[in-house]
């Protein structure tokens, strides 16, 4: 069982709508990501948090809004969202030691998103 | 056999042989390298680790083989076995000590 969880699971959204993926760990990392991956693709990086600040957003649309209300969540606010969106969203998190993102990501089952 | 489809290189091997995944990666100043197992509709799990420093790392039932010169790494499954079936990720940490992973391959166990 992963000790990240995604909610929801699953969410379809129209293009017009707003909605948010929602991600929690309490393993007392400092470091969490948001990637995207498209089917048989490999996961792309979106975005870095670290020590609750964003650290590296990977050019990614405004559309998408990263959010890190405190270091056990990780949320991300989908607004106006095209149908090529449409993907698995997953959330990691790993330690930080020594300023830098050490060791291994502990990834979510991922929140799957269909933009209609 | 290992065959490459539109988008995701395949690896087939009966049940009860040795797999060998590999995986080229691009950074040679990357330190720190992860191999990833994606079961379907699931999130990647980690499946073992290797340092820059080492070229060779061994878990239960798999062995992780790095070749700095070339920029290879191979994962080696021993005793494949039908829950071995998944999608394979390498993944290499190098510049802002963040990770990108490989295109992947699916490897598939068969009876």
Not at chain 2, 73 to 93: H, K, M, N, W
Request: hydrophobic share 35%; with cysteine; charged share 20%.
């Amino acid at each position: 069982d992963t000790e990240v969880t995604q909610t929801p699971k699953h969410l379809v959204m129209g293009m017009t709508n707003k909605k948010s993926l929602k991600c929690e760990q309490h393993m007392g990392h400092r470091a969490m990501y948001w990637y995207k991956q498209k089917a048989k693709k490999p996961p792309e990086l979106m975005f870095v948090y670290s020590y609750e600040k964003l650290s590296i957003n990977e050019s990614v649309p405004s559309r998408f809004s990263p959010e890190c209300p405190n270091s056990s969540l990780l949320n991300l606010h989908l607004h106006a969202l095209q149908p090529e969106d449409s993907a698995l969203y997953l959330c990691a998190s790993s330690q930080v030691v020594a300023g830098t993102n050490t060791g291994e990501l502990f990834f979510g089952e991922g929140s799957r998103l269909t933009v209609l | 056999g290992e065959s490459v489809g539109l988008h995701l290189p395949t690896l087939s091997v009966q049940e009860g042989d040795n797999s060998i995944i590999n995986c080229a990666y691009s950074n040679s100043a990357s330190d720190y390298f992860i191999w990833y197992k994606q079961e379907s509709g699931k999130g990647p799990q980690f499946i073992i680790d290797i340092r820059s420093n080492m070229d060779k790392r061994q878990g239960q039932r798999v062995t992780v083989l790095l070749n700095k010169t070339v920029k290879h790494l191979s994962l080696q499954i021993a005793a494949t076995q039908p829950g071995d079936s998944a999608v394979y990720f390498c993944a290499e940490r190098g510049y802002g000590q963040n990770f990108v992973f490989g295109p992947g391959t699916r490897l598939s166990v068969l009876p």
